[in-house]
Nanobody
């Protein structure tokens, strides 16, 4: 069983920044895809950003961002620390949500990582982000 532990959430004012971290219990490259998802109260969970974490060229490091966060959020990985990050800048009240880290099994043949949630089988407990206006 893969453990994912998120941290870094909190309360900030609009325009502020936060960096979320996701510590994994196995090397990030053991998954093809990892990502950040969020769920606001009363809304469906949605994909925010994903990254191809496996060391398969030329796909390694390729990313996906939801239109609502493009240019403001950056997903990255630190293989030495087995940690996934989400740098969030220019935060807006509509970014308020519980943010979850997720990873796939790392099986099969994968060339891209989209926001479709069926791929992701390992999930963290989430970290709350609250942005006030």
């Amino acid at each position: 069983q893969v453990q994912l532990v998120e941290s870094g959430g909190g309360s900030v004012q609009a325009g502020g920044s936060l960096r979320l971290s996701c510590a994994a219990s196995r090397p990030l490259y053991s998954s093809y895809c990892m990502g950040w998802f969020r769920q606001a109260p009363g809304k469906e969970r949605e994909g925010v950003a994903t990254i191809y974490t496996a060391g398969v060229r030329p796909y390694s490091g390729t990313t996906y961002y939801a239109d609502s966060v493009k240019g403001r959020f950056t997903i990255s990985q630190d293989n030495a620390k087995n940690t996934l990050y989400l740098q969030m800048n220019s935060l807006k009240p509509e970014d308020t949500a519980m943010y979850y880290c997720a990873a796939d099994r790392g099986m099969g043949s994968v060339t891209q990582c989209g926001p479709g949630q069926s791929r992701y089988v390992y999930w963290g407990q989430g970290t709350q982000v609250t942005v006030s206006s």
